[in-house]
T-cell receptor, first 114, second 114 residues
Framework: DVKVTQSSRYLVKRTGEKVFLECVQD?????MFWYRQDPGLGLRLIYF???????EKGDIPEGYSVSREKKERFSLILESASTNQTSMYLC?????????????FGEGSRLTVL | AQSVTQPDIHITVSEGASLELRCNYS??????LFWYVQSPGQGLQLLLK??????LVQGIKGFEAEFKRSQSSFNLRKPSVHWSDAAEYFC????????????FGTGTRLKVLA
């Protein structure tokens, strides 16, 4: 069974802390995504990676960075967490670029910043 | 502007009743259309997708959706709802090629009465 795993399901951090959200997929997918989900706003793309060490900014990249050193792993980094980054973060992957194939999602990481 | 509209924020149906969730989109390119379901505290799971061909598509868990190009709609239906269908449902659209951008609706939360 295909799987996207987000290692931290629930995190509580303090303002100013550095936060790492990890995502691993076992499907050998080239493309990986980080979305933020907030009630009434749907899913908003933070960053996209089309291959190892390759990334594109999404719609809301401010305050976030990403790292993709290996094909299966895509990390989201909050350099200095703020309360307005309290949210649900969803990682997703898909097989290849060039067409809008289906996304496979992880179970999400719910981050609370105090 | 590209957009996906799910006009119903909440829907309540009785178990065994039929269900229709509405989705309208505005998209310049040839759209690929998706419906995802999200159970509480979980990630998104693909229910079905439309790329081309027959405009009535079958998905998992007994769901189906019909693509109507003239109405820019992709409504999700189920003839008889089960209590386990209570969840949030998201419609999404992606371009046929050359993009990593998906547009998600804001979701419809389904409540099922026993």
């Amino acid at each position: 069974d295909v799987k996207v795993t987000q290692s931290s399901r629930y995190l509580v951090k303090r303002t100013g802390e550095k936060v790492f959200l990890e995502c691993v997929q076992d499907m050998d997918h080239e493309n990986m995504f980080w979305y933020r989900q907030d009630p009434g706003l749907g899913l908003r793309l933070i960053y996209f990676s089309y291959d190892v060490k390759m990334k594109e900014k999404g719609d809301i990249p401010e305050g976030y960075s990403v790292s993709r050193e290996k094909k299966e792993r895509f990390s989201l980094i909050l350099e200095s967490a703020s309360t307005n980054q309290t949210s649900m973060y969803l990682c997703a992957s898909r097989k290849t670029g060039g067409y809008a194939g289906e996304l496979f999602f992880g179970e999400g990481s719910r981050l609370t910043v105090l | 502007a590209q957009s996906v509209t799910q006009p119903d924020i909440h829907i309540t149906v009785s178990e065994g009743a039929s269900l229709e969730l509405r989705c309208n989109y505005s998209y310049g390119a040839t759209p690929y259309l998706f419906w995802y379901v999200q159970s509480p505290g979980q990630g998104l799971q693909l229910l079905l997708k439309y790329f081309s061909g027959d405009t009535l598509v079958q998905g998992i868990k007994g769901f189906e959706a019909e693509f109507k190009r003239s109405q820019s709609s992709f409504n999700l239906r189920k003839p008889s709802v089960h209590w386990s269908d209570a969840a949030e449902y998201f419609c999404a659209v992606g371009a046929a090629s050359g993009t990593y951008k998906y547009i998600f609706g804001t979701g419809t939360r389904l409540k099922v009465l026993a």
